[in-house]
């Protein structure tokens, strides 16, 4: 056995497991103080990727809660507005009913009933006007705009908003006329080779919107195409054969419009008799035209707006905005074409954690020349007149209709509420709570388990404590080997 006194190995051992004791020990305190089994990356990396994306989504779906009750709040509003509604039909029914008493009333009575009447009308007008939730207005038709694509072929899609050249959109077709479509930049390089298997065989390198290629003098033209292509996602830029006897590389960029060009060096000629050439694209220009409450309306569409915007997503001064495919950008001329129906009067709801997770509901228009539309030809509740026996038997008639117009729009909007968005509510709430537990099964600390463990180190960490105290008094034996 020998005795050292520069280095205590017993004590370090000891200190060294001390440390990874306390160390330890720190860990378990920090998840006991936290509650958190993950409280960094580096305590469960795979864990803390899982249940970051499941608490993105457990954000979502509580923001789609309170998206679908908001809708739900929303539909209250307008159904107690349409019951108003109707509780003046009822009333203008009761006029109409006592007009009709041809028996009884007098002129001057029909006349009052006729004032009462013509009230009333103003009265669900200002319901059709007035009646919103927040600053949006529900039954007056612009409760939110639809724009559907109907040519899915030459369009991919499209967004109209409630504002088209400063005046509010209305329900028909969207049609398109181009003026110029959008181009894409292209340079044909000028050396020319007998066929794609020629090899190229000047050596050197030339770049393509700042990506370096290098040919060694051995590699044959459609090699050097397959080299640029594999690059496409890089520089924008794809390489073709261009010609059928001796041929030319053709680059083309893969997007269109001015926001994307090409530049070329190649000081070496080995693909161009030019040390440099560039292009860039055109963007696309096309009058679109929409129904407003200006009548038919046509407004210029531009592409390439924003400085990373594709010369084929035409948009106007509003934002309003189309996005064209290229079949359409080629086949769409100057003759107007019809590539898309718009809806006024629908609503839109994000009800869902993710994209396309959304409904959409029309709420109803009531002015009143809108209702009873169906009884009497040519004639709506705005044309009531019970000053007469054959009017007062015509409201009647248009005044049934309107009633059983307006319960049909409730009936709708309670079947939307009932049945849509509150049941969207209870379904989300059972996905937010089973994903919370899952969430909390990776993140959160076992309180139990961490005490045990908790526990255990402390004693851990006093034998610890113990035994380095003993291990730091071994070296004084050698002081008796001294002393003797």
Known sequence: MSLRINANI??????????NTQGELGGTINRLSTGMRINTAAD???????SEGMRAQLKGIQQAIRNSQDAVNMAKTAEAALDEAQLLLRNMRALAVHSA???????????????????????????????QFGTKKLLDGNAGILANVTSVDQVSSIYIGGTFAGSTVQSGPITMSSVAAATRASVTLGVTFASATTVVSTPGA?????????????????????????MANVTGVTAVLSGSGPVQVQLLQNNYGSQFGITYFDASNVLHSSASASSVGTDGVFNVTVTTAAGITTVLFTGGRGPSESGLRLSDTYGNSILLTENGNSTIGSTPTEVGQITAGSVRFQIGPNSDQSAHFSMPT???????????????????????????????????????????LRGELGS?????????????????????????????????????????????NQSGLAVLAQANQLPQGVIQLLQG
């Open 10 to 19: 017993p004590a370090m051992n000891a200190l060294r497991n001390l440390a």
């Open 44 to 50: 469960d990396p795979a864990g803390l990727i899982i």
């Open 101 to 131: 008493n041809a028996a009884v009333v007098d002129a001057a009575t029909l006349q009052a009933n006729q004032t009462q009447v013509r009230s009333t009308i103003e009265s669900l007008n200002r319901i059709a006007q007035h009646t």
């Open 206 to 230: 030339f770049v393509i919107n700042g990506y370096s290629f290098s040919s060694n003098g051995t590699e044959t033209v459609q090699s050097l195409i397959s080299k640029i292509n594999a």
């Open 366 to 408: 009531v002015f009143a020349n809108r209702l009873g539309t169906g009884a009497v030809s040519g004639k709506s509740l705005a044309d009531v007149d019970v000053t007469t026996q054959a009017g007062a038997q015509e409201a009647m008639r248009i005044v049934d209709d309107a009633i059983q117009q307006l319960a049909r």
């Open 416 to 460: 939307f509420q009932k049945d849509f968005l509150e049941s969207n509510v209870r379904s989300l709430g059972v996905a937010q709570e089973n994903l919370a537990s899952s969430e909390s099964f990776i993140r959160d600390a076992d309180m139990a388990a961490e005490i045990t463990n908790y526990t255990r180190l402390q004693i851990l």
